[in-house]
């Protein structure tokens, strides 16, 4: 995943960790099919590449995720089921 972290945010060891993550999507979507959430509701935000899109937006961003986001992010069961 291409992230645009500017050279001051990445002088943060955590952002920087969270950023080497965030590069390893590919963006493939073969988690969809183990994610719990995403296979009830359907919504791409409530898989876990909607929700890798969503925590590289607010961690760009910085500042307060809106509460649309925040329940998305929510939803996540932490199964680890995408992890597999």
Not at 2 to 15: E, M
Not at 43 to 65: C, F, V
Request: glycine letters at 8%.
């Amino acid at each position: 995943m291409r992230t645009q972290f500017t050279q001051d945010q990445l002088a943060d060891p955590a952002l920087a960790r969270s950023e080497q993550i965030l590069r390893k999507c590919v963006h493939c979507g073969f988690c969809n099919a183990t994610c719990p959430t995403y296979m009830l509701l359907g919504d791409e935000l409530d898989s876990p590449r909607g929700r890798i899109y969503q925590i590289r937006d607010m961690l760009e961003q910085g500042g307060a995720p809106d509460p649309d986001t925040v329940t998305h992010i929510d939803r996540c069961l932490s199964c680890l089921g995408c992890m597999t």
